[in-house]
């Protein structure tokens, strides 16, 4: 299966199961069309009837003896591999937590998939004990694993950031002697940052993800506080001086959301920029349909475009050598992910849990508040296995409609929450995200090829 795209003037031919990425020129990328799946020893006659005018003979046999050439190499129209994996995968000892610390907020996001911080509950903060016994349990279930990771999220976790320090200092107190290493993740809005709590997440957090849509205009049109006055004069000054302390090897992404409302987010990017942030990343709102700041079937192409216009900031930026890190643009081409990273993704409800103030556990947090999504508690150490089985054997190869798909392999089959929530099933991708999902790869590609061709 390959997947073959003009962009920015680069022709790109991907080969989905070796992961081979080529750029083509237009003789070759033309003879493609005529190629299903494998590459004869000869032309056949009728690209060699329809080319034989537009080109010359020798450019002809030049082009497809270099198709063949990738053909035999196994770069082009290479076979699937990795099914015969997909029957391997098994329930795995688990090695990342995300705490929901608080569940509340100190504001009221109109586009926050937990509810605008009570996740369709009781506003709470998380207690000490209980955050106690989910580091205990993660201990226990981590098998033999190594390095574990949690991430304090909410809510707001500063809300309880009393509960957050005093985690942490547990964790660390005890990891030695259970042989374990734990790397911790923070995210927040910013509305309590303060020198205190700064020099703790630039100390003890590995990564802390900082809230912030961009624009005044476009980040306090949603995120406003309780009374509803926006945040961005608040957080920016704090998030500057955050980052501003950061040891270098320490890491941060400043995370903005865009709606239906500003589909022009690269400018949104750029003022990121501005505001001295490197390491960005930007979600697009894929909710309910009903909902009037979702995006919708019809805003794709103003969407795709918008990636195009993000990539060539990202290249310029680069050239000028003042490059930043788009999240969605981060591939690796020349090792990516392992093999079942490739075939299932995130790991959720296996490897990855979430668990609420009252210790519930669930397959992550966008599952957090389905009653039916419930696995267990760590109170009681108990988790449900049949579930865990059931999220461990999710792959690219049980969703009918991944199996075709050229980019399976880099997005490995969506979010699983997303899938459950908008089409009712982990095996079934939501569209709208897929689409998205899909213009980013090509979007990301495209780069790295204008990259490594300075003079193009």
Not at 258 to 269: A, H
Not at 275 to 297: C, H, M, N, T, W
Not at 426 to 448: D, F
């Amino acid at each position: 299966m390959i997947h073959k795209y003009s962009l920015n003037g680069y022709n790109i031919v991907m080969d989905t199961n070796s992961g081979a990425v080529h750029i083509f020129g237009d003789v070759p990328f033309k003879m493609l069309d005529y190629l299903d799946d494998r590459v004869p020893n000869q032309p056949p006659k009728k690209m060699l009837d329809d080319l034989k005018g537009q080109y010359s003979d020798e450019m002809i046999q030049e082009a497809y003896g270099e198709i063949l050439e990738l053909y035999q190499k196994g770069q082009l129209f290479s076979t699937d591999d990795y099914d015969k994996f997909a029957a391997l995968l098994r329930s795995a000892p688990i090695k990342s937590m995300c705490l929901n610390i608080a569940h509340d907020c100190n504001l009221r996001c109109t586009y926050c998939f937990a509810a605008q911080g009570d996740f369709g509950g009781q506003r709470m903060l998380m207690p000490f004990h209980v955050a106690k016994s989910a580091i205990d349990f993660l201990i226990r279930h981590s098998g033999a694993r190594h390095n574990l990771e949690v991430d304090f999220f909410g809510g707001e976790p500063l809300m309880n950031f009393d509960v957050v320090r005093q985690t942490v200092e547990y964790a660390r107190s005890i990891e030695k002697e259970h042989h374990k290493n734990f790397r911790f993740t923070i995210t927040t809005n910013g509305i309590l940052l303060n020198d205190e709590n700064i020099d703790f997440i630039n100390k003890e957090m590995s990564n802390c993800i900082l809230s912030l849509d961009g624009r005044k205009e476009v980040n306090d049109r949603f995120r406003v506080r309780v009374n509803g006055s926006g945040s961005y004069d608040a957080i920016v000054p704090k998030f500057q001086k955050l980052v501003q302390r950061r040891p270098k090897d320490k890491d941060y992404y400043v995370r903005g959301t865009f709606s239906k409302y500003n589909l022009d987010f690269t400018k949104d990017v750029q003022h990121m920029l501005d505001l001295g942030f490197r390491k960005i990343s930007v979600e697009p709102v894929v909710s309910d349909k009903r909902l009037d700041y979702a995006i919708q079937e019809e805003d794709l192409p103003q969407v795709f475009k918008e990636y195009e216009r993000l990539s060539q900031l990202v290249i310029k930026q680069k050239k000028a050598g003042d490059g930043f890190d788009f999240y969605h643009f981060m591939i690796d081409l020349d090792q990516g992910p392992c093999a079942i990273k490739r075939l299932r993704g995130c790991s959720c409800g296996n490897e990855y849990v979430a668990v609420t103030p009252t210790g519930d556990i669930y397959p992550c947090h966008q599952f957090v508040g389905y009653d039916e999504m419930k696995m267990g508690n760590v109170l009681n150490d108990t988790i449900d296995s049949t579930m865990k089985d059931h999220f461990s054997a999710v792959n690219v190869y049980t969703k009918p409609e991944c199996v075709k798909c050229w980019a399976k392999f880099y997005c490995s089959g969506g979010c699983n929450a997303n899938n459950w929530q908008y089409e009712k099933s982990v095996n079934k991708p939501n569209h709208i995200s897929c689409q998205l999902e899909k213009k980013r790869i090509e979007c990301a590609i495209m780069v790295q090829a204008a990259l490594a061709q300075p003079d193009k």
